[in-house]
């Protein structure tokens, strides 16, 4: 699990082992200027899944949507719990995953910086998909939109 803050231009990405660890470093975002957070909220999308496979991998795959999109909604409120502008948006409403390569010139065509000790080598694609995220909000920030369609 990843988030991404993007401040005075510069990227921050903060990795999570546990859920509950996401949980514990939510109200420390008070720290950064008006933040402005967009979750992607697996419980809003209809996930129907190809029933032409196998029973028990079936049931599997619904168990771990199911928990997926739980601990996603958990996020999205916990966060608005804490004060925080922040809005949901679909898996589907984010679009495609980005590659790596697509990340790094993205990055560079928004002329943003990564803070000093990150290594671009190592962004993982959890880190690619929260900036994705950061920066549909920032779009919006500046855009002075209310919410995320």
Not at 95 to 110: P, T
Not at 130 to 143: Q, R
Request: aromatic content about 12%; glycine content about 4%.
């Amino acid at each position: 699990m990843a988030a991404c803050i993007i401040t005075n231009q510069v990227i921050v990405f903060k990795k999570y082992k546990r859920f509950v660890d996401f949980i514990k470093d939510v109200p420390t975002w008070i720290n950064y200027p008006t933040p402005f957070i967009l979750v992607e909220d697996s419980s809003l999308q209809n996930i129907t899944f190809n029933s032409s496979i196998n029973r028990a991998i079936l049931s599997r795959m619904s168990r771990n949507v199911g928990m997926n999109q739980g601990a996603s909604r958990i996020a999205y409120e916990w966060i608005k719990e804490h004060g925080y502008n922040t809005f949901n948006i679909s898996p589907e409403g984010k679009g495609r995953k980005w590659s790596k390569d697509i990340f790094l010139k993205v990055v560079n065509q928004e002329r943003l910086k990564f803070e000093p000790h990150f290594k671009p080598a190592k962004v993982t694609q959890d880190m690619i998909d929260a900036f994705s995220l950061a920066l549909m909000a920032k779009k919006h920030i500046n855009n002075g939109k209310k919410g995320i369609n």
